[in-house]
């Protein structure tokens, strides 16, 4: 076999391989910007904290609200120390980040052929709001991305154990991608209805998943669920606000930072219609497309409705999104308004609330309450036209398992 016959069998993996270390580059550059110094001075002492005191004694001492990126802090706190330790911490999503982009390589090949499917890793290592929220930043929005995405995955395999578990390990990295959680559930349950008596029920066994992934992560560090959801509800209590920096639904019409008072309890009667929704293509349909684009549908609800928002939470979607839109070019489309509407929407945070810094003029405008109505609206006009385009599966969906 000659060099162009090699070159052209393994186009997709010499494809990826450019794509991997380009994305890393980049990252390794930024990673050095200004970003939210209160955010990676917190991480930092939950590392140092692991390290001091060990999983068992570390609430004792400290409180966390990703569980599961606990133990990967912990080995950070024990290799370094003081600004090594922070930028340790600041660049933790780049590992993540380079395993969703093979990921969603693979999850490409299911839509589409190679090298075509190198767009959906193209789409997500290149993306300016990724980078924005993650080594810029110093976020980990990407760990609970990649564990959001392989439950879907493993449930739409029917691997009902490992999409139990997996959907746990997201609750526990971020508690908001715990949703993940409900297309899971239902999946499972619908499967389970069509199976032949005498054997686990695919619920179950996610179930058992479920509470096995809970045990191994949360047990160690002696977070028991009543403890957990103790924490998780603190948490969303601190900043009772109608939006945190989300232009979503009360971002646009009351603005950000503002008590949202009685709007709480509107805000999440309207997420759980939304959610409801968002999960009724699964009653005609549990093969991968519809799966993944119910997952989407379940991260657009959760954005755009509640109050109490941050502007991060729109992040799964940036990973969801990709593989799809390497199939259909109108989705592609959709996925370069939704990017560019998220980038604007972090670098609002960003702008806002740590040493990162842009021309005065651009960031006047950028800050401005006429520009939040605007990203806002174009970001859910541009989810209301990609749901409206997904719900058409596209050419080469798996069926069911």
């Given at each position: ?224 669920p009543i403890r957990f959801v103790d924490r998780v509800m603190t948490v969303g209590a ?72 941050h502007e991060r939470y729109l992040f799964p979607a940036m990973a969801l999104l990709a ?79």
């Amino acid at each position: 076999m000659n060099t162009v016959s090699l070159l052209r069998r393994h186009v997709g993996l010499i494809g990826l391989i450019g794509l991997l270390l380009v994305g890393l580059a980049i990252r390794l550059v930024v990673v050095d910007w200004p970003g939210h110094d209160g955010d990676t001075h917190i991480t930092a002492r939950w590392a140092e904290n692991m390290a001091r005191y060990g999983p068992w004694n570390f609430y004792e001492h400290d409180r966390a609200d990703y569980q599961a990126l606990l133990y990967v802090y912990w080995p950070l706190g024990v290799l370094f120390d003081g600004d090594a330790l922070v930028r340790a911490v600041k660049g933790l999503s780049i590992p993540f980040d380079m395993a969703l982009a093979v990921l969603l390589y693979v999850v490409a090949l299911r839509f589409t052929r190679s090298p075509r499917a190198l767009i959906a890793p193209a789409l997500y290592l290149l993306n300016p709001a990724v980078l924005l929220a993650g080594p810029v930043w110093g976020q980990v929005d990407a760990a609970s991305a990649l564990a959001y995405l392989a439950a879907l995955l493993a449930v739409a395999a029917g691997w009902y154990p490992a999409a139990g578990a997996l959907a746990v390990l997201a609750m526990l990295t971020k508690p908001q991608a715990g949703l993940v959680a409900l297309p899971v559930a239902v999946v499972a349950f619908l499967r389970g209805r069509r199976r032949a008596a005498g054997t686990a029920s695919p619920l179950v066994r996610v179930a058992v998943g479920a509470l096995v992934a809970y045990v191994v992560v949360a047990g160690p560090l002696r977070l028991d669920p009543i403890r957990f959801v103790d924490r998780v509800m603190t948490v969303g209590a601190l900043k009772p606000s109608t939006s945190l920096n989300a232009p979503n639904l009360w971002g646009m019409l009351v603005g950000y930072a503002v008590p949202d008072g009685p709007l709480f309890w509107v805000g999440a009667i309207l997420l759980l219609i939304g959610l409801v929704v968002a999960l009724l293509p699964l009653r005609r349909r549990q093969d991968l497309s519809t799966i993944l684009t119910v997952g989407l549908f379940v991260v657009f609800a959760f954005y755009f409705l509640p109050t109490r928002v941050h502007e991060r939470y729109l992040f799964p979607a940036m990973a969801l999104l990709a593989p799809m839109a390497a199939a259909n070019w109108r989705v592609f489309g959709g996925y370069l308004f939704m990017t560019a509407g998220f980038a604007l929407t972090i670098l609002y945070a960003l702008v806002t609330t740590t040493p990162f810094g842009l021309p005065r003029s651009v960031e006047l405008l950028l800050v401005s309450r006429t520009s939040a109505i605007w990203i806002g609206l174009t970001l859910m006009a541009t989810a209301a036209t990609l749901a409206i385009l997904l719900l058409r599966p596209p050419p080469g969906a798996s069926t069911d398992p």
